[in-house]
């Protein structure tokens, strides 16, 4: 009997040991959380100018800031109507307590809660909200400890920063940003009393949802300092009759989904930590060229179904697979400017831009030709469109013929590279690059960077190269950037929370000379003006481009240039079927390109709009009757002289 006894007195004097050894555990366990406080922090992303373009988190949307930069006020309306003796009390405020006691059994009205701030930051942030002894002696003896190791300021910052203030935002700059969309510092009072009488209950008082109920509640909280005598009657009357403008924005503020994608997918490896870091992106995208592109997208997929339903063709398989893509950049940069990978990120966050390869059709055309001019040809020069037929070993080894045709079934003879590429003539290309040599054209590509997906044979000349429109855009910046090849790029900087700065910069290689690139100009300025592009034309604007179309209207491209902006346009399915064949790249993707553009004049008019003529370029009459064309000192006119060719420091304007 004795025995037992002995075990139960041992049992009782354990079970408490055991307790307070977890309480103690917890102490050091628990309260290094707040002591140590990291919490989850938003990433910003912006553009170039500075403009929000979205917010990325994953459970907690929250932004920092530092109690300096906390405004006394605003710490004021706090304590007004939480915790009046907050800087004299040490984490527990007895006379509260003994308050809220009483207020159970009367039934009076208490202007403040039991619970001091202390307390509740360690209830938000260390402890469950379940309603039991045990919870609330931790929350005594967690807030005790808290006060011994933090200073009043310290916990103030960690419960500005931490509490949760309705609408999924956490943090009051959080909050003042999304229901006000102004700084701290810019916050009326009856706004910051709108924003310290949420904690309380965020979702009942949240201005977006009951807004009455919250300016009430903002009231009780500009009368409680009115009673302490923190505020005059001046201010209680201007602040208690204001009726602030409350925002219902979306917590991301998303405005460039692909952007977004394509900042996490080249981020994600550096910063896995990417969405609750806290840290600032700053990109290359310029948000109203970025609305620009969208409308320009919507505007021709909208065209392109118009025809279709003129026509009585239109079908649920057109609407729902017909697409587009556009990429603008600065071509000396390489800054991506704008980037729509489709015309409906809800629909489909495939990114067409980046992640599509397809045919460019005639809009590869332009890097043959640069690879003749470069060779000796000249604009002037003389090609066979004709018709030939080609011959070839097939897979199985039986020997196959090749009858490529013209769009228009059209053979013109011998005609001048200018017209050839102008006219976008097949025949004319494929001969050229037949009599050049097919390794002669290979290899002036690789020179251009070019080097991926090159088919084996002919086709080469007609554009069957696999390839996204982002390298498209690169390969082009050879032509709008006279001759230095350049890697777009999207990301300027990363600047973190402890303010260190990582700068992005892009690869340039200068792979031609501006004098022969600008032949190429020339001529894809013809394109433009006379030619298959005259759909991108764009009033009181130097335009060079190249439009691109394959097999049975499968794909339709623009590519072109003004002298400082570069934009490359995809319109075509998702599922490879092709597009009626009026859809060209002329008709389907160059209105693109042109509504951009002068959407591009109206937003920056002061942009520059005309091309210079490089030194080494210059004009001699052609074989082509009376007329005159442009050539260099590699690319020479038909018996050129001394005479009919400037000294290489010269320049001619025309």
Known sequence: MKKYILITIGIAILIPV????????SFEYETKRLINYQPRLTTEVYDRNGNKIANL????????????????????????IEDTTFFEHHGVNPDAVMRAIIKDLTAGKLKEGASTITQQLVKN??????????????????????EQELTKEQILERYFNEIYLGHGYYGIKTAADGYFRKPLKELTLKEMAMLVGLPKAPNFYSPTKNYELSLGRANRVIGRMYELGWIDQATYDKATQERPKVYNDTLSKNSGPYIIDEVMRQLGDAFPDIRSGGYKVYTTIDLQLQESAYKALQSGRNEILKRAQDAGELDENIQRQLNGALISLDPRSGEILAMVGGYDYSLSPYNRVTQAKRQPGSAFKPFIYQVALDSGMSPSTLVPDIARTYTYAGEDGEEKTWQPKNFKNEYKGMVTIRDALTHSRNLATINMVSDMGFSKITEGLRRYGIVENIPPDLSIALGTISISPIDLAKYYTMFAGEGVLTNPILIREVITPKGETIRYETKHRQVNTPEQIYLMTSILQDVVRHGTGTGARVG???????????????????????????????????NNTPMRRSETGGRAAAPVFRYFYEDLLRIYPNTKRYFGIPAGVYQAPSDEGNNTETYTDTSKAPDATDESTPKTNEQLVF
């Open 540 to 574: 009181g604007m130097d335009i060079a481009g190249k439009t691109g179309t394959t097999n049975k209207n499968v794909d339709a491209w623009f590519a072109g240039y003004s002298p400082t902006v570069e934009t490359i346009v995809w319109m075509g399915y998702d």
């Open 57 to 80: 988190f994953s459970d907690e949307h929250r932004y920092y800031v530092s109690y300096p930069n906390i405004p006394p006020r605003l710490i004021e309306a706090l304590l007004a």
């Open 18 to 25: 055991v307790f307070l050894g977890y309480i103690i555990y």
């Open 125 to 146: 942030t260390l402890l469950t909200r379940e309603k039991k002894f045990s919870r609330k002696f931790k929350e005594v003896l967690y807030s005790i400890r808290i």
